[in-house]
């Protein structure tokens, strides 16, 4: 598609969510080519690696082009959509969807005032402004070329490197030209304002990798053909690949960057919870919980928080950059939660300021937006300590891996009739198993025992609530 002058044309470009995320892929589009919006009108639904968010546009107008079909993953910056304000009908010839523009638009162009962003409206014009390059365009692609003509093995060295500008080029884009061995000063930009692209990094790749391959006595280029393997032995008839991306993906990084990262301990207690299992049951009945949704999860809750309140170092983080443990003095307690879309820890912001009821409450407006799929990125951004409940699947623990930026999370496993001694006697009692891991670098042994201990104490003891609140 021709790149929009008109001035009474706006695109809306993917905004940024504000939480570090540089992508998002469109899930749905509920606006077509010649639709009337109106501000505020929701015109797409788009998964960013957090959560799935609806994005209202923030015009009144004609669509006049849709730039990207649905279930494409679209650049944080880069126009989804493009909106007639002049109250024209749009152009037949512009109707069809069609790929991406070429963003070469006049800077003045874009709407002045406050941008959107993912959730509401706050990202001022001014901070989505990119530095403009110091060298002219006209001189910087002969440059490039001449640095790209002696990689393929002509032309003449390349000018020092204190005398080119540092490249501009997107986080992934600067990671993927380092995991294959690019330097970025070389590398001839094809994208708006002078922008490297994947494309461009893989091609400034090429290169460099096919005369290795074809020389046997090169020994680093051997493993090149090893990743091919793979894909030639996939059979179609017995095997599905799913691409990773979205709330899998970044589930996937955080969980690895976790685990290499924080060293965990995972300390067991089996406890006997068959007292607080009778007062879940008379919670049930309290006209105070009419209408909330009584578990034993909203008490497993409660007496974590109360642990929390009695061991408070426990409820911290480990600064890396400061060489600081950051003691927090609030509680965001966070749920794991499966969704259709992968694992979320959506969290409840002060939960040691909520009565009992309140957490109720928390709890059952925190599962039922899960479930639904419409959690907020605000909403699992935060957190300071974490809930997981794999007895809901029937296992009695796990091991769980701290949610990054935390330094606990308590499993909770499957509560089930067991013989246990009681009072001197054998009899079935309601049991569970609860695991805690922490974060050894700032948590040791001693308080993370102390931590266990108190919330296996509240749970078979369901009045030390009030005792030791």
Not at 79 to 108: C, L, M, N, Q
Not at 111 to 126: E, I
């Amino acid at each position: 598609m021709t790149t929009m002058t008109d001035a009474s044309v706006r695109e809306f470009k993917m905004p940024d969510v504000g939480e570090g995320l540089t992508e998002a892929e469109i899930l749905k589009w509920y606006v077509q080519p010649g639709d009337t919006v109106t501000d505020g009108q929701v015109v797409c639904e788009v998964e960013t690696a957090k959560a799935a968010v609806e994005l209202p546009i923030p015009y009144d107008g004609v669509v006049r082009a849709l730039h990207f079909p649905e279930g494409t993953t679209v650049d944080v910056g880069t126009s989804i959509i493009a909106i007639d304000v002049s109250g024209g009908s749009a152009p037949a010839a512009e109707e069809p969807a069609a790929p991406a523009p070429a963003v070469e638009e006049p800077e003045e162009e874009a709407p002045q005032g406050r941008q959107p962003v993912l959730v509401g409206y706050g990202v001022a014009a001014s901070s989505t402004k990119r530095r403009p390059r110091k060298t002219a365009p006209a001189a910087q692609e002969p440059a490039a070329a001449a640095v790209q003509a002696e990689l393929n093995g002509h032309g003449h060295a390349p000018a020092p490197l204190e005398d080119r500008p540092r490249p501009l080029a997107k986080p992934p884009v600067r990671k993927l030209a380092k995991d294959l061995g690019v330097d970025l000063t070389t590398v001839v930009p094809t994208g708006p304002d002078g922008i490297i692209t994947r494309e461009d990094v893989h091609k400034a790749a090429t290169p460099q990798q096919a005369p290795a391959a074809e020389a046997p006595t090169a020994p680093v280029t051997q493993p090149a053909p090893v990743p091919a393997a793979p894909a030639a032995s996939y059979d179609t008839a017995r095997e599905t690949r799913i691409p990773v991306k979205g709330v899998r993906k970044a589930t996937a990084a955080a969980m690895v960057g976790s685990a290499f990262t924080a060293p965990h301990v995972t300390e067991f207690v089996t406890v006997d919870v068959t007292r607080t299992m009778k007062l879940v049951e008379e919670l049930k009945q309290d006209k105070e919980f009419a209408g909330r949704r009584v578990n034993p999860l909203l008490l497993i809750a409660k007496a974590l928080l109360l642990a929390i309140r009695r061991n408070p170092d426990i409820n911290a983080s480990w600064d890396e950059a400061a060489q600081e443990i950051v003691v927090k003095h609030y509680v965001n307690l966070g749920i794991a939660a499966a969704t259709p879309r992968g694992l979320i820890v959506p969290n409840i912001k002060d939960a040691h300021a909520k009565t009992l009821p309140e957490l109720a409450d928390a709890l059952s407006e925190l599962v039922a937006t899960a479930r639904e799929g419409k959690t907020s990125p605000a909403a699992m951004q935060g957190g300071t300590v974490t809930i997981t409940n794999v007895g809901v699947f029937g296992v009695d623990t796990g091991t769980p891996i701290l949610n990054p930026g935390e330094s606990a999370i308590l499993a909770v496993g499957a509560i089930k009739l067991q013989p246990w001694v009681h009072k001197g006697k054998v009899k079935p009692r309601h049991v569970t198993t609860l695991a805690l891991s922490f974060d050894h670098r700032l948590v040791d042994g001693e308080l993370g025992s102390k931590v266990l201990a108190d919330v296996a104490a509240v749970l078979e003891q369901p009045k030390r609530l009030m005792t030791w609140a």
